[in-house]
């Protein structure tokens, strides 16, 4: 296979955060004709044959958060518990389900399983809360960086919070906002589950009986992200190769890698340890209502900046070949779709990131060495028992 160099060093450079080391430069050292014939030499600097794409780091301390048995037992109850929700049916695990990886294997969920005849869907797919806890940027629209806050954000929003119409109400739905979602979720524990007290008193140290709404929620948030910080893929193979243990990657998994490095421009976009560089682009895939209205303007709900018209998130990839479905709509069941779309060259759209217009096209074979080089990132999965559901909810 005879690489083609990236001519347009500029447009594939532009995805990396401005924070990072160049990912193109440091994907180019040492790479050289065919895969399986590389000598990939160890980084002096870093220890690792691909410096671009090092491991998880360890997880360091929490200011002001520390990480307690107390709190990840108080948070994996609140994880599961549905009567936390205004109809009583939907819960976090509703939706990031830890036995599919923390996401859904649906394109959009459905959560509250109350409304079925009002059949609204979530307007985005569930991704994964994998490693969520080294994420700088949370949500397809980057519209949350703290993972506290994040984890008491669901409340006062509709895919937990719908109202009980009755059968055949064409009534609107709507989402308490949050200050409502905040008085209702600290009813619920003082007063509709009041077992959950103790747990809360154990969990900080305090008297909860007493704490305000502002310190339930919060509290809250706190113990949700302890039990979610612990949902990590662990070491993969291809941290294990990365490392210098040769035989961890087979040869098509390692033509795989040397066509994300190259041909392919993945690692543009998909570096560091997550492989993702947690910024917005526009891959032309908006969806238009009857009247030709955009149906998700993605980062530009948040900014208000028409510059990021149609930009998602760039998804993570450690055990992406465990998530399907894929896109911010899980329009794509396959990754081997999802790659032949950014290689094929996608529909232009208003706002059309031109990395894509950068990529070489590759072959049915090509993208499946890519996709065998994908799976070497999976990582062990997460234990059954120790994810689960409590025994008893309080």
């Known amino acids: 296979m005879i690489w083609r160099r990236f001519a347009l060093i500029a447009a594939l450079a532009s995805c990396a955060s401005e924070d ?17 014939d590389t000598a990939w030499p160890i980084d002096d600097a870093s220890g690792l044959r691909v410096a671009a794409l090092p491991p998880l780091p360890e997880l360091a301390p929490w200011p002001g958060n520390p990480r307690t048995a107390e709190k990840r037992e108080l948070g994996r109850a609140l994880f599961y518990d549905a009567r936390l929700s205004s109809s009583g049916t939907v819960a976090c695990a509703t939706c990031h389900l830890p036995i599919s990886d923390f996401q859904s294997n649906t394109p959009r969920d459905l959560p509250s399983r ?106 809250t948030g706190m113990a949700l992200a302890v039990f979610v910080a612990d949902a990590q893929t662990g070491e993969s193979a291809f941290d294990r190769w990365n490392r210098g243990e040769d035989e961890a990657l087979s040869d098509a998994a390692l033509e795989g890698l040397a066509l994300f490095m190259g041909d392919g421009a993945c690692i543009a976009c998909h570096h560091g340890p997550m492989l993702s560089d947690f910024q917005f682009h526009n891959l032309s895939l908006m969806e238009f209502d009857e009247d030709g209205e955009v149906f998700d303007r993605g980062r530009a709900e948040v900014t208000g900046n028409d510059a990021d018209h149609g930009a998602f998130l760039t998804p993570p990839l450690r055990r992406v070949t465990r998530t399907s479905p894929f896109f911010h709509h899980g329009a794509e069941a396959s990754l081997a779709a999802v790659i032949k779309h950014h290689s094929d060259g996608a529909t ?13 096209p590759l072959t049915d074979d090509e993208v499946a060495s890519i996709v065998e080089f994908l799976r070497t990132l999976e990582g062990p999965g997460l234990e059954r028992l120790e994810w689960g559901p409590p025994s008893a909810l309080p």
């Open 114 to 219: 109350s409304l079925p005849e009002l059949n609204l869907p979530l307007p985005r797919h569930t991704p994964s809360l994998l490693n969520i806890v080294f994420a700088p940027t949370l949500h397809w629209d980057g519209s949350e960086s703290d993972l506290i806050a994040s984890m008491t954000r669901p409340f006062a929003e509709a895919n937990m919070d719908l109202t009980d119409l009755p059968k055949g109400s064409e009534a609107d739905v709507w989402a308490l906002g949050e200050d409502a979602a905040r008085e209702q979720l600290h009813t619920k524990l003082q007063v509709e589950l009041p077992g959950y007290l103790p747990l809360y008193d154990a969990a900080f140290d305090v008297d909860a009986e007493s704490a305000d709404a502002a310190d339930s929620w919060l509290w």
């Open 20 to 36: 990072s080391d160049d990912p193109i430069a440091m994907a180019d050292e040492g790479t050289a004709d065919g895969a399986s």
């Open 348 to 360: 232009a759209q208003v706002g059309h990131d031109p990395i894509l217009d950068a990529l070489a």
